[in-house]
């Protein structure tokens, strides 16, 4: 059972440009978390997903982020008009069910130059 | 909002050692993580605490949990270099249900050293 799959693994964009960030759950998994790791921090929550619904995008930045979680293919975070501040590593999570333990992805390492 | 603290940031200690770090949140939950992350890589689960007053360890590892106190510890005991590596704890802000992620601490960078 494959773990939760995150790609690119590393992404470099200009200011300016948009950047996309996909998430494939584990199999069976059906609610996904994307979080944000500044350096030297822990993790921030940015929003919430099940199929085909945003649940809970309380910590996402309000312009630019955008995310969604089909009902085919993966999750994608999208930034649009990357800035130097959105460089960070962007991990996604995946569970069963809300109760049990989010499985980690190795997250997206995203520099903006 | 919820706020996670743990302390210490940093430590440095020598193999064989035992230490603690410790984990305190601010609002009520039963459900609390502790994760572990090598530089560069993803963050790794170790211990999930789901009740008042549970405990579990694995190898040199123990983690507990109060949640009157609203705190956590993780305890090393006869450190060893392989778990230099930095250690979150998580909350679960839910009470009987909700939405939201989880909510880290800062982490706590250890190094042990031979």
């Known amino acids: 059972n494959a773990g939760v799959m995150q790609n690119p693994r590393h992404l470099v964009r200009r200011r300016g440009q948009e950047a996309r960030l996909r998430c494939s759950p584990m199999?069976?998994?059906?609610?996904v978390y994307w979080y944000r790791q500044l350096p030297e921090e822990g993790l921030k929550f940015m929003v919430y997903?099940?199929?085909?619904?945003?649940?809970?995008e309380s910590g996402m930045p309000k312009e630019r982020f955008s995310a969604e979680f089909p009902k085919e293919g993966p999750s994608i975070l999208r930034i649009q008009q990357v800035v130097r501040g959105d460089s960070a590593a962007y991990f996604c999570?995946?569970?069963?069910?809300?109760?049990?333990?989010?499985?980690f992805g190795d997250g997206t390492r995203l520099s903006i130059l | 909002e919820l706020k996670v603290e743990q302390n210490p940031l940093f430590l440095s200690m020598q193999e064989g050692k035992n230490y603690t770090i410790y984990c305190n949140y601010s609002?009520?939950?039963?459900?609390l993580y502790w994760y572990r992350q090598d530089p560069g890589k993803s963050l790794e689960s170790l211990f999930v605490?789901?009740?008042?007053?549970a405990v579990k360890q694995e190898g040199r590892l123990m983690a507990s949990l109060d949640t009157k106190a609203r705190l956590s510890t993780l305890h090393i005991t006869a450190a060893v270099h392989d778990l230099s590596a930095t250690y979150f704890c998580?909350?679960?802000?839910?009470?009987?249900?909700?939405?939201?992620?989880?909510?880290f601490g800062k982490g706590t960078h250890l190094i042990i050293q031979p």
């Open positions: 999570a995946s569970s069963p069910t809300i109760t049990q333990p989010q499985h």
């Open positions: 609002t009520t939950s039963d459900r």
């Open positions: 199999k069976g998994h059906s609610h």
């Open positions: 997903l099940q199929k085909e619904n945003i649940i809970d």
């Open positions: 605490l789901l009740s008042n007053g």
């Open positions: 998580a909350v679960d802000p839910l009470e009987g249900g909700g939405a939201d992620g989880l909510t």
